[in-house]
């Protein structure tokens, strides 16, 4: 890796554009920093300190502590991962925006142009709320029309403007801003983090104790790393042989490639929607005051809180870690059956002339497929369950309470492993140039 590294600073375009996502990367951590006008920091702060689940502190996660600090970047860029999912969603449940995406390269400078739009007016709904909200019971300094404008339209531009960063990054850094952004914002929790670990874990024991500690947290973390990178990289290819074509005197086809199905297809977003859902309940009670009571209500809010896990002295609450178990599955099976399309696939083998040996065309392609499908979809989902539920299993055993959980884990390995790979690619065309153009 730092071999690769070195090379690629060696080509001036490719340190060009490193330089430029460093530069971009720092313009997030500073806009992170600067407060906006006429709120009070220590209302949200406290605030944030009393809420027992771990909503606020997915959001914080995202946000790279923006959020706690009420800064101009608060939202982060949390309304365009939003609006790219509904997106997603829309483009199956809507004709025109699926004809859209079909239409090649114009096409998806729509549906991103679109995406755009709906990012603006979820940040725009988002900031009205928190100013409206938050506002009433103290955020702002005073609470008038005036301070409400200016909280509404420092959010909403702060949210635009790392989208606008994301996408510079993207077209003229290393490619995938908007995870790269998300990336250093996730990134920037961990060593708070880590000094949590050190203070209760470490901090006044013996040197023994401390030493035992420390590298229990480094191999779990090592552990879960190394697992996390398998399952983002495995993947199952299934054969597929193109018949030969005689075209005049010349013989085309024949060619011999595979389908590569990722073993974790949905990626992060099961992890997500599980969590959102599971979550949602709690912070409307939580807005609302309740959830603290010892009525049935106030039993099911603390099954669904992931803080009450894997607690041994309350088992009876872990119900809601098999809970989010299930609804993970689910969304996994869902998400992968809305953007990967067995009968499209084996329509498009039909056409080309392609076929999996040993599979007829057709409908017995399509039942195949599904069938491989569905059994790679179960065992990234398993995958997922494992990287989630350790920290949840640490929290409740030991108390371990950061940021970086499995969610924040599977994205930092995710994104990495993709920039990576972006780079070597830019450095293989590079390559290729300087051959095909006697260049040294």
């Given at each position: ?5 070195r090379?690629?600073?060696s ?9 430029y996502t460093?530069?971009?990367?720092i313009?997030v ?25 771990d909503?606020?502190?997915f ?9 706690t ?10 309304p365009y991962i ?21 239409d090649g ?15 603006v ?12 909200g938050?506002g009433?019971q103290g955020?702002?300094?005073e609470?008038?029309f005036v301070?409400?404008?200016i909280?509404?339209c ?5 949210s635009?403007?790392?989208m606008?960063?994301g ?12 995870s790269?952004?998300?990336?250093i914002?996730?990134?920037s ?7 949590t ?6 901090k ?20 879960v790393?190394?697992f ?5 990289d495995g993947?199952?290819r299934?054969?597929v042989?193109?018949?030969k074509?005689?075209?005049g ?6 060619q011999s ?9 949905a990626g992060v ?5 599980s969590s ?10 939580q ?5 603290n ?6 039993k099911?809010?603390a ?13 009876i ?10 609804l993970?599955i689910?969304f ?7 953007t990967?399309n067995?009968?499209?696939?084996a329509?498009?083998?039909?056409k080309?002339?392609g ?5 007829r ?6 039942d195949y ?10 065992v990234?989902?398993c995958?997922?369950?494992?990287v989630?539920?350790?920290?949840y299993f ?12 499995g969610?924040s884990?599977?994205?930092i390995v995710g ?25 040294r």
């Amino acid at each position: 890796m730092l071999k690769s590294l070195r090379k690629a600073l060696s080509i001036e375009d490719i340190r060009k554009r490193l330089l430029y996502t460093l530069a971009m990367l720092i313009v997030v951590r500073l806009g992170s920093q600067l407060p906006t006008p006429g709120v009070d920091p220590t209302f949200i702060q406290n605030f944030f300190a009393q809420q027992t689940g771990d909503a606020f502190n997915f959001f914080e996660a995202f946000t790279g502590g923006s959020f706690t600090r009420m800064s101009v970047f608060a939202l982060s860029i949390t309304p365009y991962i939003t609006s790219s999912i509904i997106m997603q969603l829309l483009t199956i449940a809507i004709p025109k925006l699926e004809e859209m995406q079909k239409d090649g390269e114009d096409g998806r400078k729509k549906i991103a142009a679109i995406t755009r739009y709906v990012t603006v007016g979820l940040a725009l709904i988002e900031s009205i709320a928190m100013a409206v909200g938050f506002g009433r019971q103290g955020l702002l300094e005073e609470y008038n029309f005036v301070n409400c404008a200016i909280v509404v339209c420092t959010l909403t531009a702060g949210s635009a403007f790392l989208m606008w960063i994301g996408e510079r990054i993207t077209e003229k850094g290393v490619g995938n801003g908007i995870s790269i952004v998300l990336l250093i914002n996730i990134v920037s929790r961990v060593p708070d983090d880590f000094v949590t670990l050190y203070t209760q874990f470490m901090k006044g024991k013996t040197i023994a104790k401390a030493g035992l500690a420390g590298v229990i947290i480094l191999a779990v973390l090592l552990v879960v790393v190394v697992f996390v990178i398998i399952l983002q990289d495995g993947e199952r290819r299934i054969a597929v042989q193109y018949s030969k074509k005689v075209q005049g005197r010349k013989m085309y086809g024949g060619q011999s490639t595979h389908i590569p199905l990722k073993v974790n297809t949905a990626g992060v977003i099961p992890v997500i929607f599980s969590s959102s859902l599971m979550q949602t309940p709690i912070v409307i009670a939580q807005f609302l005051g309740k959830g603290n009571g010892t009525g049935i209500g106030s039993k099911i809010l603390a099954g669904l809180n992931s803080n009450n896990w894997c607690d041994p002295e309350n088992p009876i609450y872990s119900v809601g870690l098999v809970v989010y178990i299930l609804l993970t599955i689910f969304f996994a099976y869902f998400y992968t059956s809305i953007t990967f399309n067995p009968m499209e696939i084996a329509n498009n083998m039909k056409k080309s002339g392609g076929f999996i040996p040993g599979i007829r065309p057709g409908k017995p392609t399509v039942d195949y497929l599904t069938k491989i499908l569905n059994y790679i979809i179960f065992v990234g989902a398993c995958g997922l369950i494992i990287v989630q539920v350790i920290p949840y299993f640490f929290n409740g055993v030991f108390g371990a309470n950061v940021s970086f959980g499995g969610t924040s884990l599977i994205i930092i390995v995710g994104v990495v492993l993709e920039t990576i790979k972006k780079i070597e690619s830019q450095m293989l065309v590079r390559n290729y140039t300087g051959f095909l153009n006697n260049k040294r």
